[in-house]
């Protein structure tokens, strides 16, 4: 059984930065695309970043390019999402995925979130 747990999200202020963790267990996170998706209350899903296996290619929402990266650590079966310049915008709970097959959109195993709150 793959479980995914993110952890990092909590209270911080406009301009602060942030580090999101994803740890993976149960699977091979190696061979796994992995991805960054955001909920804001009352709104839908959005995609935030993803990053290939291997880590070579990364890809972000246009609302979060040059502001967030997305990185991974293979030996550790962690993926993390380093967020700078946060604005209240930012305010969601942020959730991980995992891609078994690298399809890009089809993600088959999902943590449960973490909350992210940016706030003065």
């Known amino acids: 059984q793959v479980q995914l747990v993110e952890s990092g999200g909590r209270l911080v202020q406009p301009g602060d930065s942030l580090r999101l963790s994803c740890a993976v267990s149960?699977?091979?996170?190696?061979?796994?695309?992995m991805g960054w998706f955001r909920q804001a209350p009352g709104k839908e899903r959005l995609f935030v970043a993803t990053?290939?296996?291997?880590?070579?290619?990364?890809y972000y929402a246009c609302f979060v390019k040059g502001r967030f990266t997305i990185s991974r650590d293979n030996d550790k079966n962690t993926v993390y999402l380093q967020m700078n310049s946060l604005k209240p915008e930012d305010t969601a709970v942020y959730s991980c995925?995992?891609?078994?097959?690298?399809?890009?959109?089809?993600?088959?195993?999902w943590g449960q979130g973490t909350q992210v709150t940016v706030s003065s």
């Open positions: 990053i290939s296996a291997n880590g070579e290619h990364t």
């Open positions: 149960g699977g091979t996170f190696n061979t796994y695309t």
């Open positions: 995925a995992a891609d078994r097959e690298a399809t890009g959109y089809e993600y088959d195993y």
